[in-house]
Every structure is written in structure tokens, then in C-alpha cells.
């Protein structure tokens, strides 16, 4: 499997190319930037024996020796770089979230399926063992009644933000935001375990420029509420509970690494702690996964994870303009 990096910013930096030294079934034929940052990806390039750099992506996406492109560009041309790769016949990993809007998710699945390519959202979480863990282990906690997911992490970005220096995160006509940043990984985990909400309310503290910089999304299941809270303005403990009449999950941290849940029985008293997933870097098992399936064919699987992706953008977009947070693609 040949893939073609898109993108010289921390995600791939720091994300994306350590974990791929992890995942030797991947090479890294290419790297493609703007040209004003073709400089970086040649550095990029030495430091990871990268043979090729592009900044032209037609000129990229007509090499036949490239399977899949990777796309770790601005929220806002996700939709436009992977409509382009499809196109062009290529499979993609875009990063979360996926696109602006569902019609976009939507069109994009469509597409997709139609041309018989494999199209793999990058959320984390949905590929690691402890995910799946927690799947299982739900029918043990007997009738679900609450699910509380908080991800509050202080931004680096954010203290130019209050100086009046607004980046691509804090900038809604680039589709940031902590709604579409870190709480899409609760949204990702929420809907991932139960499917879509009935309802969906959001409530953020909104920006001098109209971003939501924090916020809570309140979601109404059959039987239970959920709630998802995430912060770039503020920090506090990240966690997840599931809340069952039998007993309860807690994830112990960031549910992006989720690199540890305890389960609690009520009856029983029984208290048990999952630590299953394998690799320190938390992007390695989903490289891994997305090679898998590919290699294997599994097309129902990855169209499994899209509906999920459709689904996530629904709320996350019912939310969004709830809350009056207008994109550039609106």
C-alpha cells in the first residue's frame, strides 16, 4: 500500500509520519505541500526517506504508483482534496473531521461506493482495542441511562487568539472551532457506541469572531441522555462515563488515546481495568486497520465507519448552526 502524505502541520509532523514507522505493510511514497511550504516538506522528506515531493496535486494524483492519499490539510478543503483524489481514482484517509457538512459526508460516501474506492475517516478512537472493549462490555451494564464525555484541553493556539491572531482552529471560515476539533472525538465516541441522537442542543461560549471555543452538546437517546463537552479555552481532567443500571465505564483520560477504561459492576462490586491497546502512538492502530481492511477487501467494513462518519457530521452540524456559527461553506 503506496500513500501520499498531504500536508507539512503538526498532524502530520508529529502524528501521521511517527506512526507510519510503526506500520511497515504502509510506504510513504510522496509528500505534497503549497508551494510556500515546499521547503518544509523537503525537510520532511529527508528526515523520513520520503522519495518524492509534489506541490502540484494534479501532477501527484496522476502518479499510477500511488494507492491512497492521506490528508492532513485546513478542515475546510477536506472535502475538496478527497472529492479530487476520488475522482482522480485514488483511495483516501482524510483526518476528522471529515468534511464541513453532512451533504458533504454524504456526497463523498456516494462517490466512493460508486467508484469502488475506500474512503477512511482519521478519528482515532474507533480503531483501538479498547474501543472495541468498551462495545462489548455495554450489554453488562444492563439498560444505558447517561453517557458524559468531556475533552478540555488548553489550546496553544489559544492565547493568539485572545491577542486578535486568529489561526485555521480558531477560524469558522476554515470550518475550526472546538466543536468540529476536540469534541468531534466525543461525538465520534458517542455515536460510534449508540448511533445517531434523537435530539441535539448545543450551548458554547462563542468567540470575538464567532467560533465556538468551547461547548457542550447535549444529545436525547431512547432511555438516556448524553452529554459532550469540549474546551479550547479551558482544561480540566478528560474522561468518559457510561452509565448503566448494572454499572458503569469509565474511560480513564483523553477518549482520542483512550489508553485505558475500568468497569464497574454493581452486584458483583467487580472492578475491572482494560489497558488492550499495543502501541504508545495512538494513530498507529488506525494506519494499521486502514491497511487491513484494504488488503483484505472488507469494503462493508469501511462502509460500516462511513455511516458512522455521516452520522457524526449530522449532529455535529445540527449543533454548529444551533449555536449560529456560520462556516464559509454555508
Not at 222 to 236: Q, V
Amino acid at each position: 500500500m503506496k500513500l501520499a502524505i498531504l500536508g507539512t502541520g503538526f498532524i502530520v509532523k508529529e502524528g501521521a509520519l511517527p506512526a507510519l514507522k510503526n506500520v511497515p505493510e504502509i510506504e510513504v511514497a510522496a509528500i505534497f505541500a503549497l508551494p510556500r511550504s515546499k521547503e518544509t516538506a523537503e525537510a520532511l522528506a529527508a528526515k523520513n526517506e520520503i522519495p518524492a515531493v509534489y506541490t502540484d496535486y494534479d501532477e501527484l494524483l496522476a502518479n499510477p504508483e500511488i494507492d491512497f492519499v492521506y490528508i492532513g490539510l485546513v478542515n475546510s478543503v477536506h472535502y475538496e482534496y478527497t472529492k479530487r483524489a476520488l475522482l482522480a481514482g485514488k483511495n483516501v484517509i482524510v483526518e476528522k473531521p471529515f468534511a464541513s457538512t453532512a451533504a458533504e459526508v454524504a456526497e463523498l460516501r456516494d462517490l466512493a461506493l460508486s467508484k469502488n474506492l475506500y474512503v477512511f475517516e482519521a478519528v482515532t478512537l474507533r480503531y483501538l482495542p479498547n474501543f472495541a472493549a468498551i462495545r462489548e462490555a455495554l450489554p453488562k451494564l444492563g439498560k444505558i441511562r447517561a453517557v458524559v464525555a468531556n475533552y478540555s484541553q488548553y489550546s496553544s493556539r489559544y492565547d493568539k487568539y485572545l491577542a486578535g491572531e486568529v489561526l485555521p482552529v480558531f477560524d469558522p471560515q476554515r470550518s475550526g472551532g472546538a466543536l468540529y476539533d476536540i469534541n468531534i472525538y466525543n461525538l465520534n465516541f458517542i455515536i460510534g457506541l449508540f448511533g445517531a441522537p434523537a435530539e441535539v442542543q448545543y450551548t458554547a461560549n462563542i468567540g470575538f469572531n464567532g467560533v465556538d471555543i468551547s461547548g457542550l452538546v447535549t444529545m436525547k437517546y431512547d432511555g438516556f441522555f448524553a452529554t459532550a463537552l469540549g474546551a479550547k479555552d479551558s482544561e480540566s481532567p478528560s474522561f468518559v462515563s457510561i452509565q448503566g443500571e448494572k454499572g458503569y465505564v469509565k474511560v480513564l483520560g483523553a477518549p482520542n488515546e483512550l489508553t485505558a477504561f475500568e468497569m464497574h459492576l454493581r452486584n458483583s462490586g467487580e472492578i475491572t481495568k482494560y489497558e488492550l491497546n499495543k502501541y504508545s502512538h495512538r494513530m498507529v492502530h488506525e494506519f494499521k486497520e486502514f491497511e487491513r481492511i484494504y488488503r483484505e477487501k472488507n469494503f462493508n467494513e469501511m462502509r460500516d465507519w462511513l455511516d458512522v462518519s455521516l452520522a457524526v457530521l449530522q449532529t455535529a452540524e445540527k449543533a454548529r448552526k444551533q449555536a449560529g456559527i456560520v462556516f464559509a461553506c454555508d
